[in-house]
């Protein structure tokens, strides 16, 4: 559609020809605040508007009265809720997993001087609502006064103001943002929208895996979970209803629903909200540190757990190994020519056709797999295994999925939204809504974990058959909700079977942070490729996600897809990413085994020693991820939010707490890096540098990359080299200290 510039058609979706029925209704100023069990309900009249882009009250209609609820936790959460009459407030829900730590606080109201004020136990003031009338200066009645407005100050952490009241409008009749209000289409409310106060120097982050610059103001994202088609675009995988703001707060808006999020995008002044469902369920978190913002989000959507200690080695696989023999041979030359490497993944070759997944292996070229998959883990080597959530119409499984209803009943064959092997290429889409569908695909993994699989590729998953019928969800609210309820099945059983918690996932909505791990989706063997990858993972660590990772050295080639040869630097430089990244696993169209890379094959090497070396850090680091609200990798402005350099930097980041390290993505061998405040040591040369500084130019030979340790840092490596994981005895961990002694460490 082309962008009219008006509110009502570009971010609200009305039809710019306003010939379907519709109407949209804005708050007014509250009638009444009451209290009831410690939430604040406030009872706020909504008026419709005139059927134009030019708004005005259509008084021929009365007025509909709605509750807008406030309700307080701690730690420094508010939580804002109105269901306009069609759904009801609750605490659970598949998204919500409220942690000990949140405790509701009791508010109470009182009125005084035009103000209602809402206060705590501890007289702390929580909100505070304006119901004055405007101070006029009349000399003109070129235009009419302003319609009545909700004007809402809010206070999760009891310091912070974040306003809802975006009133926005160049004259009473042009808005560029609402602060509530919900629309009807065909006499059926279902859209609604809020909006929040932006500052003039106001920055964003988060959203989910956002394939964007560090600072997000000035766009408008539309939440479909989706094929993302690579990593330098706007479609992603993983939408995530949850940002971060400069200003030092987090909103989390709860809901499944397909929306719009606009961080000063469509106007400068407001965050605004749109989503499809007359529903809006926002939880504001305070504090002082970003990590103490993601952690109160953790409080309410659950905590990532522990992976095992095997899956931070490496990872290897390509698209794809065809046999037993072929597998066997690679794992043995890894091990004969001294790779460290724990897991081989099969992707979609495993089946009798090649993507066409039966959850079965191909009896001819895998005779035994189970002998097989016990040979390999004697050699230190964990199988897993690719499959996706969809059953094809020549599968072994199709009747039986058909006839019990564990696929989705298709209503019409859907058209358009669809890549190769998306959903549409499938007969149906597993039914997680359902708990016998549930059930029933957990038996088909449960019989390969059994095997010894160790664990499972949570393919797709952003995609579903949306003209079909569901047993307990309308396809709308599926959509983003279904990768939870995907990995949340896979993750379950593969924790009963073999006592990992564990999968390996591409899509994600809020709450898959709890079942880790996700990777970083199909991005092409380029330096943008690479680039697109980093900004995607950082983004996401700021969504409240602990684990991530990508396709070493990316997914797919250019211009051939499938056949276009990796370039030695672009792999030689996504593996040192690699090595600093929460978990590292090679994958892609092509051979990615490093011998079929004889040039650099030394220097890869080396650089895999290091990440084995590395594994007692990294483990640290995970574990302090999975109990507070920090990341594995983590954007500067987790640690510098007042560094304004800072939300500007999105091609370095934090490994864990102490390391800082700056890819370089170019041919050239070359990159500025910028070194924020502190004491800053060279891990590989032991040089000392002040930070708040930039380091320009720098000359980086490929076999190195700028890696920075801070100063004081103790660092628990492993001091001798290994095969895998099996081989090493965590006892033997030694510290690193960056002392004055410190001379910097060989790669």
């Known amino acids: 559609m082309i962008p009219t510039n008006y509110h009502l058609f570009d971010f609200l979706d009305f039809d710019t020809d306003l010939r379907r029925d519709e109407s ?44 807008l609820v406030i309700r307080q936790y701690e730690p420094k959460i508010l939580r804002l809720f109105i269901g306009f009459g069609e759904e009801q407030m609750t605490d659970e829900s598949e998204i919500l997993q409220f942690s000990q730590r949140v405790r509701k606080v009791p ?113 408008t994202f539309y939440l479909k979970n989706q094929d993302g088609q690579g990593v330098n675009n706007r479609r992603t995988y993983k939408n995530i209803p949850f940002y971060v703001s400069s200003r030092m707060y987090g909103a989390f808006y709860h809901t499944c629903a397909h929306g719009k999020l606009s961080l000063a995008g469509m106007s400068t002044r407001s965050v605004q909200f749109l989503s499809r469902q007359a529903m809006l369920d926002v939880f504001l978190i305070g504090g002082d540190s970003f990590e103490e913002i993601i952690h109160g989000y953790r409080d309410l959507t659950g905590y990532p757990s522990m992976p095992p200690l095997w899956s931070f080695g490496v990872w290897m696989s390509r698209m794809t190994y065809f046999s037993a023999d072929e597998v066997d041979e690679i794992c043995d030359r890894m091990r004969r020519e001294h790779y460290p490497c724990d897991v081989i993944h099969l992707d979609t070759g495993w089946f009798k056709t090649d993507w066409l997944c039966e959850w079965k292996f191909n009896e001819e070229r895998f005779p035994d797999p189970e002998k097989f ?37 298709l209503t019409k064959l859907q058209q358009g939204e669809g890549s190769n092997f998306s959903a549409l290429d499938y ?161 892609g169209t092509s051979k990615r085994e490093p011998w079929h890379y004889p040039a650099i094959a030394p220097i890869v090497k080396k650089w895999w020693q290091l990440r084995y070396k590395l594994i007692p850090y990294i483990l640290r680091e995970s574990e302090k991820a999975t109990m507070g609200g920090s990341t594995v990798l983590q954007a ?56 708040g500084q930039w380091l320009k130019d720098l000359e980086v030979p490929l076999e190195l990359m700028p890696v920075y340790v801070r ?33 910097g460490t060989e790669i």
């Open 24 to 67: 949209l209704w804005k708050a007014y100023k509250p009638t009444a605040v009451s209290e009831r069990d410690g939430d604040i309900l406030v009872s706020v009249p909504f008026q419709k508007q005139v059927l134009a882009n030019d708004m005005a009250a259509d008084t021929s209609i009365p007025k509909e009265e709605y509750t």
């Open 107 to 219: 508010l109470s109201a009182s009125f005084a001087d035009g103000t209602w004020t809402i206060t705590d136990p501890d007289g702390v003031k929580r909100a505070e609502i304006n119901m004055k009338e405007p101070v006029l200066d009349r000399w003109s009645t070129l235009l009419p006064d302003p319609q009545e407005t909700l004007d809402l100050r809010l206070f999760p952490d009891g310091q912070r103001e974040i306003r809802l009241a975006a009133y926005d409008h160049f004259s009473p009749p042009r808005y560029d943002a609402l602060p509530l209000a919900f629309c009807k289409l065909d006499g059926k409310k279902e859209r609604a929208t809020m909006s929040f106060e932006c500052k003039a120097d106001e920055c964003f982050a988060g959203t989910g895996e956002r394939f964007m610059k560090m600072d997000l103001s000035g766009q």
């Open 373 to 409: 998959i016990h040979g390999l883990k004697d050699k230190g080597f964990r199988v897993t295994l690719w499959q996706l959530p969809y059953v094809a119409e020549d599968a072994e499984q199709i009747t039986e999925a058909r006839e019990n209803h564990y696929i989705c009943t």
């Open 427 to 587: 007969a149906g889409t597993i039914d997680f809504t359902s708990p016998e569908a549930t059930e029933w695909y957990k038996n088909l993994l449960r019989r390969l974990l059994n095997m010894g699989v160790a664990a499972i590729k949570t393919d797709f998953g952003e995609n579903i058959h949306m003209d079909a019928v569901y047993k307990n969800m309308k396809p709308e609210l599926l959509n983003n909700l279904y990768a939870l309820l995907y990995q949340k099945a896979a993750y379950e059983v593969t924790k009963e079977v073999t006592g990992d918690g564990i999968i390996w996932a591409r899509a994600a909505w809020a709450g898959c942070q709890r079942y880790p791990l996700h990777w970083g989706g199909d991005s092409c063997s380029s330096w943008d490729g690479m680039a697109g990858s980093l900004k995607g993972g950082l983004h996401f660590g700021l969504s409240g996600f602990a684990f991530w990772s990508h396709d070493v050295p990316g997914f797919h080639s250019l211009p051939n897809f499938m056949n276009s040869p990796v370039s030695d630097d672009v792999y030689v430089r996504w593996t040192q990413f690699g090595v600093f990244s929460s978990h590292i696993r090679y994958h």
């Open 636 to 691: 500067l402005i987790f640690h510098h939010p007042e560094d304004k350099i800072c939300w500007h930097i999105d091609d370095e980041y934090y490994f864990g707490d102490d390391f800082l390290v700056a890819p370089v993505m170019n041919n050239e061998g070359r990159r500025d890096v910028y070194l924020p405040e502190g004491k800053w040591v060279n891990f590989f040369t032991g040089e000392r540098i002040d930070g």
């Open 711 to 743: 100063e004081g840092a103790v660092i628990p490596v492993y001091p001798e080299p290994v095969d895998c994981t099996d081989d090493m005895d965590l006892t033997k961990t030694v510290n690193l200290v960056i002392d004055e002694t410190f001379k």
